[in-house]
């Protein structure tokens, strides 16, 4: 442990990376992945978790840290004793002999970020360093972006395609207009989307000429590009000819949303899901993110699937998980739903299609021709979770504060 002190500085600086091991073989391994990363070799210690509750008591925690639990009677209790002396942030990795699906969940449960069972593979070290550091770069670069924007990013993604995405974020951004809040609704689908066209709008050339000449996008542009449902609300949407935009690059979309950011104080991103696997800057930007699902096995699945994406890019984001058509015909309940995906979900908008039609007619939105209906109430009760005092808010939140349930 004297070692330990002396390697690691305790001047309040933290280290990238620390690893408390119970056997030399995996201390060898992790010293030689680590190298491989520029990490350093001087960090990997004996000794397990036990070690290091008593070493980092009295130093600044490493950003990423791993634990072997091997020599652990009670594990989830050491935890409890590691989240004590550990940094709210800190991205944490344990090991274990354990091989048991109910352990390994109630470990991700209080927001370890991966379990390795032992005997461990240089492959498996190699691979779970590298998405730690990843996902502290994201995580860094995300407090970076919400720091300088002071806006709030909001991605609204449907996990399976026709699930009222695009008119749940219309309504969500025409409610935090009625709240004198600048806001800007950006819908990504340049072919099919209809965020201008739920407001009765047309969209204009905006959406085309920002993805295509990001050099060009600065507030000026804006102005002009941007399409006004409300005095507080400028959409930013396209109806373009089928194949004649291509596919945008990420500088692109990132440079569109920064500005944004800039010039509004919310932003309604409404994003196909197949941006997700090409365009992860969507997600690190975020201050939020809206899943949107029916209670379907095919949902459940994709729930899962993008639930694990956002946790890997998007950490320090907000996740409101909502259930639309709830009181349709469902394949599952909404409990065997939850125990599904590991999950509660936050909001039931109920199945009324008669008020939407109606709205839909008008050119508006289902929260302004019916805003004492039940789909407006659950709708407002998402925007107040959304719209927390950040005092309240959970944007923040490492495997500490969730272990710790605060």
Not at 164 to 185: F, P
Not at 343 to 368: W, Y
Request: hydrophobic fraction near 45%; charged fraction near 25%; proline fraction near 4%.
């Amino acid at each position: 442990m004297s070692k330990a002190k002396t390697t690691v500085d305790v001047t309040g600086e933290r280290e990238a990376f620390a690893a408390y091991v119970c056997d030399d073989q995996t201390k060898l391994i992790i010293e030689e992945c680590a190298e491989a990363e520029s990490l350093s070799p001087d960090l990997v210690f004996k000794g397990g978790i036990a070690s290091s509750v008593r070493a980092l008591g009295a130093m600044p925690c490493p950003h990423i840290l791993f634990i072997d639990l091997s020599e652990t009677t009670s594990p989830l209790e050491d935890m409890q004793a590691l989240a004590d002396v550990c940094e709210p942030d800190t991205i944490v990795v344990a090991l274990g002999a354990i091989n048991d699906v109910s352990f390994y969940r109630d470990l991700l449960t209080v927001g370890v970020q991966e379990y390795l069972v032992k005997p461990v593979s240089k492959d498996m070290i190699s691979e779970a360093i590298s998405q730690s550091l990843e996902m502290m770069n994201q995580v860094e670069e995300a407090d970076v972006e919400v720091r300088e924007v002071h806006s709030r990013h909001i991605l609204c993604v449907g996990v399976r395609g026709g699930l009222g995405t695009s008119q749940l974020a219309a309504n969500l951004a025409w409610m935090s207009a009625s709240q004198k809040i600048d806001t800007s609704l950006l819908d990504l689908d340049p072919f099919f989307g209809i965020g201008a066209m739920t407001f009765d709008l047309e969209p204009g050339r905006g959406l085309p000429d920002a993805l295509e000449n990001p050099a060009r996008v600065d507030g000026l542009f804006l102005e002009r590009a941007v399409v006004k449902a409300h005095p507080n609300l400028a959409i930013m949407a396209a109806e373009a000819p089928i194949g004649m935009i291509p596919d945008p690059t990420s500088e692109a979309v990132e440079k569109l949303v920064n500005t944004l950011g800039e010039n509004y104080g919310c932003v309604i991103v409404d994003v196909p899901r197949t941006f997700l696997a090409t365009h992860t800057d969507l997600l690190t930007a975020s201050t939020d993110i809206v899943l949107v699902t029916d209670l379907s096995l095919a949902s459940a699945r994709d729930c899962i699937r993008l639930l694990s994406q956002i946790k890997s890019f998007a950490p320090a984001a907000d996740v409101h998980i909502v259930a639309n058509r709830v009181g349709a015909v469902n394949e599952v309940t909404q409990r065997d739903f939850e125990n599904s995906i590991e999950s509660n979900l936050d909001v039931l908008l109920p199945e009324d299609r008669k008020a939407m039609i109606a709205a839909t007619q008008k050119g508006k939105v289902l929260v302004e021709t019916a805003p004492s209906s039940k789909f407006a109430q659950a709708v407002k009760t998402l925007f107040s979770l959304i719209h927390e005092e950040e005092a309240d808010s959970e944007q923040n939140k490492g495997w500490l504060q969730k272990f710790l349930g605060k």
